[in-house]
C-alpha cells in the first residue's frame, strides 16, 4: 500500500451511482438536482474521443462551481491502456482536487495500475498543496484478467473505496452470449454472474471496501432494473449503477433496509447495548422479546443500522428498558 492511513470515511453511501457524461453540460447541471448519492463525471465511455479534451476543463469548472451537497464526487478517467490517462488525472485534479471525492478508474487489470494511479495522485496533491491521500479510488472490474486479480487490486492501496462490476465489457470480454447487459443469457438455468459478484463482494469485504454493481442500459424497463438490483442487493452489494434519473429512487429503496428492519437492528442494538453493561447484569445474550440476541445479532445489525442511518432514515420507535 502506496498512501498513508487518511482519516478520510472510505464508507460513503453510494446506493445509486449516476453517471453523467462529461462533455454535456445540461446533463451536469440537472445531476445536481437529482436525489443520487454519487455522481460520477465520466471521462472514459460515455465521452467521445474528440470531446475528451474540453470535457476535462467541462469538469473541473462544474466540480469548481457547481452545488453537490450530499453527494459524493467522482470522476471516471480513461483506462491506463489509453493515451488519455494521465492527462484526464492532471488536468482534474489539479483543477478541481479540493472539490473532488474519488477517481474511478475503468478496466482494471492488476494491481500495479492502482499502485500507478495513487503515485501520481500523490505527486498531484504534493505539487497543489491538498491533503495527501484524501482523494479515493474506485476500482472497476470489466474483464477475465481484473477478476482473476481482484483480491489484489483490492488491497493495492489504501485510497480504494470500491470494488465496481463493469458487466458490458465483462460479458464482452468472455465471450457470454446476451445483447442485454446484466440480463441472463438464453440456455443457462443458474445466475451466471453469480460468480462474479461473489467474487467481488468477497474481495471488497476482505478489504473493508464497498461493492457495487454497474449498470442497466434498458432505462426504460423499471422492472427489469429493479430485479437486477434486488440481486446484487440481496447478496450484500451496497449500490448500483443509475444511467437515468428514472432509476435512482429504486435504487436508493432497494439498497436501503426497510423501516421494520432498519428499527429492529437499532433495538437489537440498544438491547445488546444494555443487557451486556453492568446495570443490565453483564450477560452475553439476551432476550428481545421472542428473540435471542447476542454479539453475532450486534455484528448483523450493525450493518442494517449503518446502511439506515446512511440513507437518512430515522427510527420510529426506542429501546425500553424491561421491568426486573
Known amino acids: 500500500m502506496t498512501s498513508p492511513a487518511s482519516p478520510v470515511n472510505r464508507l460513503r453511501p453510494r446506493r445509486s451511482c449516476l453517471a453523467v457524461p462529461g462533455s454535456n453540460p445540461r446533463f451536469l447541471e440537472k445531476a445536481q438536482g437529482l436525489a443520487a448519492d454519487q455522481v460520477f463525471l465520466d471521462l472514459e465511455d460515455a465521452c467521445a474521443p474528440l470531446a475528451k479534451p474540453e470535457a476535462r476543463h467541462t469538469i473541473v469548472k462544474f466540480l469548481n462551481e457547481g452545488d453537490w451537497t450530499g453527494k459524493t464526487r467522482v470522476v471516471r478517467v480513461n483506462d491506463w491502456t489509453t493515451h488519455w490517462t494521465y492527462r484526464d488525472v492532471v488536468t482534474v485534479v489539479e483543477g478541481a482536487g479540493q472539490n473532488l471525492d474519488c477517481i474511478m478508474l475503468p478496466k482494471v487489470q492488476d494491481a500495479q495500475q492502482i499502485v500507478a494511479l495513487d503515485l501520481l495522485l500523490t505527486q498531484i496533491e504534493k505539487t497543489m498543496g491538498f491533503e495527501v491521500g484524501k482523494i479515493g479510488i474506485e476500482a472497476q472490474i470489466e474483464n477475465a484478467q481484473g477478476l482473476n486479480n481482484v483480491n489484489a487490486i483490492a488491497g493495492a492501496s489504501q485510497r480504494v473505496e470500491t470494488i465496481i462490476f463493469g458487466p458490458a465489457d465483462f460479458m464482452a470480454s468472455i465471450n457470454m452470449k446476451s445483447l442485454v447487459v446484466g440480463e441472463q443469457p438464453p440456455g443457462y438455468p443458474a445466475d451466471a454472474y453469480h460468480h462474479i459478484l461473489m ?90 422479546g421472542d428473540e435471542m440476541i447476542d454479539e453475532a445479532s450486534r455484528k448483523m445489525a450493525l450493518v442494517i443500522a449503518g446502511k439506515g442511518r446512511a440513507a437518512g432514515m430515522e427510527r420510529t420507535g426506542t429501546f425500553e428498558i424491561p421491568e426486573a
Not at 211 to 229: C, F, S
Not at 234 to 240: I, M, R, V, W
Not at 266 to 271: G, N, R, S, T, Y
Open 199 to 288: 467474487s467481488i463482494l468477497m474481495a471488497a469485504r476482505a478489504n473493508n471496501l464497498q461493492a457495487i454493481d454497474g449498470p442497466y442500459l434498458q432505462i426504460r424497463n423499471q422492472e427489469g432494473y429493479r430485479a437486477v438490483a434486488r440481486r446484487a442487493a440481496a447478496l450484500g452489494f451496497d449500490g448500483k449503477w443509475v444511467l437515468h434519473p428514472d432509476q435512482v429512487a429504486a435504487a436508493n429503496e432497494i439498497f436501503s433496509p426497510s423501516q421494520e428492519d432498519y428499527d429492529h437492528a437499532e433495538l437489537i442494538l440498544d438491547a445488546y447495548d444494555y443487557h451486556t453493561s453492568d446495570a443490565g447484569g453483564r450477560k452475553g445474550s439476551a432476550m428481545l
